[in-house]
């Protein structure tokens, strides 16, 4: 005989089976209660319950024996033989299956849903199917009829396939005393923002999409909720995140909450304290208006439609305002956004909006083993021999960095610098280059501001940069300075000289003046390495320049004419020879001069031998 002991001090609710009558392995012999929850005691194997020694009702402790189990063959089930006669209360245990002994050579089959769900269940089942698309037909056609997709169609789309654990999926707008539950669940899915947390390229992100299909996706109490919710998990979980902007701000229609002018919500700071934390891009299709656009003007990186309208007012507020009257389309387009440097990435379909955003994120997930390299001998006539001939320098980037990595950012504004995130050989880091097509390469007040910001970026998140220089310095004259110049330009020292990643630079042709220093993270010594191609010139200012002021009494000295400009044309030579690339090399100031062909080569060493430097501190990327 064996004893059947109590695990726990309980109550003794209702015996299964009566003294005398057989037991299988496992089958519910007795069931007890501690603290308002249920206990099962079963039978460790077949056999014949013996005597009972506690009755329904009555308390037992922690060891005592419940009652005595007489060993014999198990059979199959008792549920037979639970009579009629059986005790008050008694029911018959269910047949309990056994698994496989070890060894076994049966196979167990495979799990199945059963062909109806428990209630509870069903109930859940029932009240998330109101959260899908395919619940709202006449919505999901009314944003396709407008060639667009719904917030899930792009979180699909962003998110490795069935990656994607969406977080307050059941939440409605907080209308309830102007509206029915029934009407809120059918037409205010997920309170217009489906949030949570999926994997893009492997690797786990926050998403966040505003449902325009949903109160025009508007900011409705509990979606500033869920907002909070995700931007806590990921600054605490160190989780890039992706925003689908589209809306049009505050929503005043949310009666249920006791708020006045809900302007005490944490969202913006929340939002606004991933700032160099973690990635954070933006990306818009259609109208994105106040909060919304306030939200996205905090990104690291906003990518929009051509067809996409951004701005702090929409329509109703700009009229409120006593502003006017204006349609959407006017308020905002992505040709003035783009222009100003508000959009970053500027695309046709939202489907490449999401593209690019998988892009941009790539770039903060680690070296990439699988690459391919350019060919390495092109770089040798992307300059032209004649120093005076205008080139691109697009060229020269997509030369440096592995094929089909290359993404340009900010190409509508600062059109003086060009910036973008690459790989080379694998390894993510941020490229820029002078453009010689815009103010012969100098840098004006835009372009500074542009490579600033970059250049925080790049630092915040750990990515080394590589400056490919032709500048004549920066632009000068009295039209120039109306547009505060001296602050502007000066923002590229300051950066640079907060950098923790490694910075390298190599001079294509012109490196002049303040303008090269600046390009070159403050002076030709402050970068890892500095290296110049064979067509590299150099000066303290342009060299016609130089010598027109240097030389200015030798020039006058001599007639006006051909004489003069022979004599120009000499002391011009003289000061090219003497700032040539490899003078400047054989002098120091630069480490070497190479052919354009092991310009790779000699970056990737670079990359390999720097480091970036660990901070106590965030830091801040500027959002302009």
Request: proline content about 5%; glycine content about 12%.
């Amino acid at each position: 005989m064996q004893k059947i002991h109590s695990p726990l001090q309980a109550q003794v609710v209702q015996w299964l089976v009566r003294p005398g009558e057989p037991v299988a392995a496992g089958d519910v012999l007795v069931i007890l209660e501690a603290m308002k929850m249920e206990h099962e005691i079963r039978a460790d194997h077949g056999g014949c319950l013996g005597e009972v020694f506690y009755r329904a009702g009555e308390a037992v402790a922690e060891g005592d024996v419940l009652a005595m189990l007489a060993e014999g063959e198990a059979p199959a089930t008792v549920a037979a033989n639970i009579a009629a006669s059986a005790p008050e209360g008694v029911a018959a245990a269910p047949a309990v299956t056994t698994a496989p002994s070890p060894g076994s050579s049966s196979v167990a089959a495979p799990v199945q849903a059963p062909a109806k769900a428990r209630a509870d269940l069903q109930k859940l089942q029932d009240r998330q199917a109101f959260t899908q698309d395919a619940q709202r037909p006449e919505a999901v056609a009314k944003r396709h009829a407008l060639g667009l997709r719904t917030a899930r169609e792009n979180i699909a789309d962003l998110c490795d396939e069935g990656s994607f654990i969406e977080y307050g999926a059941l939440a409605v707008a907080a209308q309830s005393r102007r509206r029915t539950a029934d009407d809120l669940m059918r037409n205010t899915p997920a309170d217009g923002m489906v949030t949570g947390i999926g994997t893009v390229n492997g690797q786990r992100v926050v998403v966040m999409a505003y449902d325009f299909t949903v109160l025009a996706g508007t900011q409705g109490m509990r979606n500033h909720q869920k907002t909070d919710r995700m931007l806590g998990i990921a600054l605490q979980h160190q989780l890039p995140v992706v925003l689908f902007a589209e809306g049009g701000g505050g929503r005043p229609g949310d009666v249920d909450m006791p708020i006045v002018a809900g302007l005490h919500v944490g969202t913006f700071a929340s939002f606004a304290r991933l700032n160099g934390q973690v990635p954070v891009v933006g990306v818009v299709a259609g109208r994105c208006f106040a909060g919304n656009a306030a939200l996205l003007g905090c990104s690291d990186v906003i990518i929009a439609t051509r067809d996409s309208n951004i701005g702090m007012g929409g329509p109703a507020m700009v009229e409120g305002g006593g502003l006017g009257v204006y349609k959407p389309e006017q308020i905002g387009p992505s040709g003035v956004q783009h222009g100003n440097g508000v959009i970053d990435v500027l695309v046709e379909t939202e489907a490449q909006a999401v593209a690019a955003a998988r892009h941009y994120l790539s770039f903060f997930q680690g070296v990439q083993s699988d690459w391919q390299a350019p060919p390495a001998y092109a770089l040798r006539d992307v300059v032209p021999e004649n120093r005076l001939r205008v080139y691109d320098t697009r060229a020269a980037m997509q030369g440096t960095a592995d094929v089909g990595s290359l993404l340009m950012l900010r190409t509508g504004f600062g059109v003086g610098i060009h910036t973008a995130l690459a790989r080379i050989e694998g390894r993510p880091v941020g490229l820029m280059a002078n453009n010689p097509h815009h103010l012969g390469g100098a840098i004006d007040a835009d372009a500074a501001d542009k490579a600033a910001r970059f250049m925080q970026l790049c630092n915040a998140h750990g990515l080394p940069i590589v400056s490919l220089v032709d500048t004549p310095g920066f632009m000068v004259g009295p039209d120039i300075e109306t547009q505060a110049q001296v602050r502007h330009v000066s923002r590229m020292f300051i950066a640079a000289a907060h950098l923790r990643v490694p910075y390298l630079s190599v001079v294509l042709r012109k490196g002049y003046g303040l303008g090269a220093m600046a390009m070159t993270a403050g002076g030709f010594h402050e970068p890892l390495c500095h290296v110049a191609w064979p067509t590299g010139e150099f000066g303290a200012m342009g060299l016609e320049g130089a010598v027109r002021l240097g030389f200015r009494k030798e020039l006058e000295a001599v007639p006006e004419g051909a004489e003069r400009e022979a004599l120009f044309q000499k002391l011009l030579a003289q000061q090219y020879e003497g700032g040539s690339a490899i003078n400047m090399a054989a002098t120091l100031e630069i480490d070497a001069v190479i052919d354009p062909a092991d310009t790779r080569a000699w970056l990737v060493a670079g990359l390999q031998a720097g480091r970036v430097t660990d901070v106590d501190r965030p830091l801040a990327i500027d959002t302009w």
